[in-house]
């Protein structure tokens, strides 16, 4: 019998397989599911702060446009209610899910203040999440703002958010970053516990019939897998944070990639999209016949054997690979 | 420890009610709805009454219907209640009668209001309360806010002991909505008041199988009246009773009160008789007046029926030589008003029962003041005691107004300041939009509450929906405020808009030293010289102190909007020093958190941060000793205006109506049709401006439009010249008109930038997609600029009607409005709907309009947007009531079928005089197409021609009739609280005659104009007023119920969805040999979202399947075809596509999302099904039976 067993962000897990944040865990159902088909942890879809604070806008507005404005209708709609906004179904369902499973939950976060994050993290550890994953999303537009000021503001954040929580913090990162070592290393010393690389950006559409930007969703494939590898066989035990695999991650040899190249857990979300939820199951038996195969006793063994470090042509995660790479298309 | 709340009288009424009643049936009518609407708010909040349970509210579909409830509520033994006024009033009418004769306990709360006669009102007298008087119903009037509570229940303690039921009321608005301080009396107070025997005693009496008996009956001559007169007793021991509970009341709470008060000078020679708020009024004048040593008093009638002649003769003092009554009402042919009448009589029965000590009879005469809420002053109360002093006093006068017709009417001196001088007035100026009004009420409370003073905030708005102008009365003294009039000497003046300054006399009560808070977006280096030259003179006379403050940027930096509330409210706190500014920040910051904390965070925090900063950029500003200025307010209305605009109409738009005397109007209510072309309003930052070189020329903008603002004309290219340089037009679109271009003009001081224009163009900018054929841009840069445009463009000839397509958009853009600025909100989904049919039959349209929406933003003064044609035709338009619109519209029909048999007849009467040819063309003529009109008018013409030249009765009779030979098209016009309630019986009654009228109803689901309450059309799982946790029921099937008639034209349209099948239901309706009904999807703000996205609204609700599109066209049997026609495909999005873009479904899935969901799938599975029924009626062929 394999041992799939692994830690991730000090919490014990029993195998590296993770169902990442998606809109497959906003349901209690998909997450009971997700843990007789033995999936190791959740990570619950993503609050963002901005929908939060759109919505609050938003019912502030239909309730007060047009009131004291005319004599006869000096209010419109009956507001005596107690509203309930992204934030508090979010929380009610880190609370149902700890209730309904016992795999470890975590928390997803998206925020534009440092108020907002460090608010909403806190209630996420309160509503009883094992641990938060926060998801570093933000594209720069304005050419006045450097990349330094960006991954500046980045750890400032982490370090603001991580000093006012108990419970272990995953950063979820772009790929977009000047220097994927420095910034994480940074992350690792602010007190971060894991980070998750890399997040996909959706990219939109045009139409040119209508002329409009149309948003445009692709499942990830297995091809980008490779991106993640690489980077994380270069991070792999040059600091004290673990290394989490998000996008690509399609099939057991591809959860095995990423465990060899040094990352504690590998998350999924696209294949349970494309091929449901009990696809879980095949995946992880996939992975332990191969460790049976290839004689490993548990995957922990299995972790880090081909980082940059291992192996024999560590170029070869390097520039160096990019020639080769090139030269091999010739021929 | 007495407890105080700072509310207004509608509150302070309801509180009492809602806690010694059972059951309240109620419907809204202004300004009563905030009673009923409390009542629901707290039932569904699950408070209880004195006996611990929750009362049960249900709202009906009219006032009769509450009536109804009320009265059966009552036989069946629940303590009952209802709230209404005016028409609402007069519709309980039959039932109070009943209720009364049936001697039930109940008591009937009024916010008295006019009773419409030449025009509606929805301001206070008492002509609803007179109307009732023979009901059998006790009167108590209540003068105050704290009298509206403490009369609450002292009238129901006394029903309860007389078993008389009783109407309490209080004046409408002025007491109503009057915000002041109150005790409040407490549920202990109340039990100890309350003899529950009697609670038991009423139950007893109760309808029950139990017990049987029967009630109701019908009697004949030999009983009938001695039934009636059994009931004696019980209003002769009345006023005694009531006298003691005022008496027992008085005891507990400290607050002592009589049927009758007098107040003023025990010697007095001159007093007046009053009901109502402006008894504090005259109070407040006899301390005055006494103080400078004149004789006078006045008495307060508080229990108005029973009369009770020995209370009343109690308080007269014995030196009493001449008494003036005055009633709030007016009842033409009688020779005195009701309160009078009673006085007279009073006085006279106690001197011929030798039962007074007054020596001679006093002089007694009576008078009308304040009709339909005309401010009544002390100055007025000054005048009728002056008035008094004469020899021969004149009876039958008014005060207040200038009566030039029957001159009845005392003056008074305007100059004289009776106001106490120990008070603070303040008076603000804003829109509806910027909360101006919401944070005075927020002060009055945060002041009444937190320190010792009274308060007092009275609140006016005008009668437009968008733009609308505030102004808050507010008054804060150490003492009880007695002051129920406006404010005309105040001590601090805000302007919350810079516009005003140019457009309305803000400073005009200003005293001496005032303090001027101005927000503008100018700095105090360039203010001074922006503000016109009469505001500088006047704030360099009155040696005003001016602070400034650029509100709008430090929300718009906060992101709080155009809500500039929080920031101008703690700069009156800063100013007022009334409390200290520390401990008002706080107390702001907690109201904050207790009005906006259930909004969430983010909205507490941005209006906290407005708290903070708002002080730090106020500014005082000096100013020099001299005007420097160059700028003139602003005209009211052009000079080339009609004589009426500019003699009265103007005079009204700047609010000078009180001063235009009785002469200024017509005595049977009409106005002039287009006249709100001359507002020009200017109240948009933002209006469209049109690139020619992207448009389509497609119309669909022009239709849009809620205010007729953008518009489209096709015209010879050689009528350019003269134009503007800035005018722009393009080579028109169309087959067989070339020389012809195009234009769209808007006008910039007419719109009201709520952008649906720039949302509904389908045209992109190629080179600049974010761009279209329409773009807002900044209205104050370009005005000028696209005035002179517009005039140009107004100025261009209308299109050749014949020639056009009425079933296409791109054609009917041309058709002028002739409805067209009116004050409905920004972005209104009905009024498109309104203009359309204005465009497409307006010129020989009589319309009937039901009290709603349409009739306000039709009919409220001072202008209408129902306009004529340059032949000078247009829309004859007129509102009756709310409930009897189709019978009244119905009525327009059979006078107009009348007529042309009359005329018929008289014409074959004159046929050889007139011609056989002419004669059988006008009858035989077909009057269908525009060109069949045009025809037909043309041959009216000559029969005009023709008739001038007979010299007989008959022929003038003709002459005078003629004009019926034009189809008239009448139109019954109405919102879903009319045709899907309280009017429906009318409705459905004259679809079922099958005669010639279009029936459009403008659906907004819900009571639009009242401020949002359920009707029967308001769909399952909406949030509205009575339907707090979502209506329960379907939508009524309007649509449906009309077509099961089989002989009903019916259509259920959607512009923003389908604006040729709109057009398709229009013309079918209006040829349509029978009765019409359209229902339209109207987007309305009481919906809860942004209405500049109306149009998307409109196209998801249909493809949700929740509006189907459909015509209902019985003719089309005759073609052996089925008459329904299902216009709009099946569903293709989920309902909650549709639904979750609305504030009324999102808030009950934010407050009970468990329900919300249920109610979601319940109303996804009614449209499956609904949808379901339609197509399969449409499938059906005709041998099935269809």
Partial sequence: ?331 | MAEYMTSDGNEAAAHVAYRVNEVIAIYPITPSSPMGELADQWAAEERKNIWGSVPLVVEMQSEGGAAGAVHGSLQRGALTTTFTASQGLLLMIPNMFKIAGELNAAVIHVAARTIATHALSIFCDHSDIMAARSTGFAILSSSSVQEAHDFALISQLASLKTRVPFLHFFDGFRTSHEISKFELISDDQIKTLIDNKLVIAHRERALSPDNPFIRGTSQNPDIFFQARESVNPFYNYCPEIVENVMVQFGKLTKREYHLFEYFGSPDAERVIILMGSSQQTAEETVQYLNGKGEKVGCIKARLYRPFSVSHFLKVIPSTVRKIAVLDRTKEPGSIGEPLYLDVVSAINQAYAANRVDLGSMPFITGGRYGLSSKEFTPPMVKAVFDELSKDKPQNNFTIGINDDVSGKSLQYDTGIVMEPTDQISAVFYGYGSDGTVSANKNTLKIIGTETDYFVQGYFVYDSMKAGSVTVSHLRFSHKPIKSSYRIFHSVFVACHQFSFVERIPVLETALQGATFLLNCPYSTDTVWNKLPKTVQKTIIEKKLRVFVIDAYSIAKELGLGNRINTIMQICFLGLSEIMSISVAKEKVKEYIRKSYGRHGDSIVNKNIAAVDQALKHLNELPYPEEITGSIDMRKVVPNDAPEFVKACTSRMIAGQGDELPVSAFDPDGRFPSGTTRYMKRNITGEMPVWDPDVCIQCGRCSLACPHAVVRAKMFHTARLAGAPQSFKSVPLKRRGYDGYSYSIAISPDDCTGCRLCVVVCPAKNKTDPKLKALNMQPQPPIRERENENWRFFISLPESDRTGLNFNRIQDVQFLEPLFEFSGACAGCGETPYVTLLSRLFGERAIIANATGCSSIYGGNEPATPWAANRQGRGPAWSNSLFEDNAEFGFGFRIAVDKEFNYAKELLQKLAPGIGEELVNSLIEAPRKTEKDISDQRNRIDILRSKLNKIDNPAAKDLFSLCDVFVKKSIWLLGGDGWAYDIGFGGLDHVMALGKDVNILVLDTEVYSNTGGQMSKATPLGAVAKFAARGKRTPKKDLVMMAMTYGSVYVARIALGADGNQALKAFNEAEAFDGSSLIVAYCPCIGQGYNLSNGMEQQKRAVQSGYWPLLRYNPDLRKEGKNPLQLDSSPPSIPLEHYIYNETRYKMLQRSLPGEAAQLLKRASDEVKMRYGWYKYWAAMKMEDGV
């Fill in chain 1, 1 to 331: 019998m394999i041992d799939l067993s692994v830690d991730y962000l000090g919490i014990p897990l029993k195998n590296p397989l993770v169902a990442s944040s998606s809109p497959l865990c906003t349901s209690i159902d998909n997450i009971k599911k997700m843990e007789d088909e033995q999936i190791a942890a959740v990570v619950l879809q993503s609050l963002f702060e901005e929908q939060v604070i759109l919505e609050q806008r938003e019912l502030d507005t239909g309730l007060l446009q047009g009131t004291e404005h005319f004599a006869e209708a000096l209010t419109y709609l009956p507001d005596f209610g107690t509203y309930r906004f992204a934030s508090s179904g979010y929380l009610e369902q880190i609370r149902k899910a700890k209730e309904a499973v016992d795999i470890p939950i975590i928390g997803s976060l998206n925020g534009i203040s440092t108020g907002g994050w460090i608010k909403y993290a806190k209630e996420i550890q309160d509503a009883g999440a094992d641990a938060l994953e926060l998801n570093l999303y933000y594209l720069p537009t304005r050419p006045d703002i450097s990349s330094q000021q960006v991954e500046n503001n980045y750890v400032e954040l982490v370090k603001e958010v991580t000093s006012r929580i108990r419970i272990p913090a995953a950063i979820k990162i772009s790929f977009f970053l000047s220097s994927i070592p420095d910034t994480v290393s940074k992350f690792a010393d602010s007190g971060a516990s894991a980070v998750v690389l890399f997040n996909r950006f959706y990219q939109p559409d045009l139409n040119l019939d209508s002329l409009n930007v149309v948003p445009n969703l692709k499942l990830s494939t297995s091809d980008e897998l490779r991106l993640r590898i690489r980077w994380i066989a270069i991070l792999y035990n040059k600091m004290n944070i673990d290394l989490a695999i998000t996008g690509g991650v399609h099939t057991s040899l591809d959860v095995l990639k990423g465990i060899a190249s040094g990352a504690k857990v590998t998350m999924m979300t696209s294949a349970f999209l494309l091929n449901g939820i009990p696809y879980a199951g095949a995946v992880l038996e996939g992975v332990s016949q191969w460790l049976e195969r290839n004689d490993y006793k548990s995957i922990r063994s299995f972790q880090g054997v081909l980082n940059q470090a291992s192996v024999e042509n560590p170029e070869a995660y390097e520039r160096a690979n990019y020639m080769q790479v090139l030269g091999s298309y010739n021929t």
